[in-house]
């Protein structure tokens, strides 16, 4: 393999490719969580009453138990 006559050459690309797929994951994974880091159930229960999708006493028994 070239260790026995000292012409041993290093080939990155496997440590390339590993820190490559590092990479991609640690961007995703920051992309989801500032996605998600906002959100807030009730300000979610409030446009579904604006929509009529929800009644008020609805949004005031889910406001309660969120609140709890």
Same mark, same amino acid.
């Given at each position: 393999?070239?260790?026995? !006559? /000292?012409?041993?050459? +290093?080939? #990155?690309?496997?440590? =390339?490719? *590993? =820190?490559? =797929? +590092? *990479? ?10 500032? &996605?998600?880091? !906002?959100? !807030? #159930? ?17 949004? /005031? &028994?889910?406001?309660? =138990?969120?609140?709890?």
């Amino acid at each position: 393999m070239g260790v026995e !006559d /000292q012409s041993y050459s +290093f080939f #990155p690309f496997g440590a =390339l490719f *590993c =820190l490559t =797929l +590092f *990479c991609f994951v640690v961007v995703r994974i920051f992309a989801i969580r500032s &996605r998600y880091k !906002d959100f !807030d #159930p009730l300000t979610h229960l409030k446009k579904l009453v604006s929509k009529g999708e929800m009644t008020e006493a609805e949004y /005031q &028994r889910f406001k309660e =138990l969120l609140t709890k």
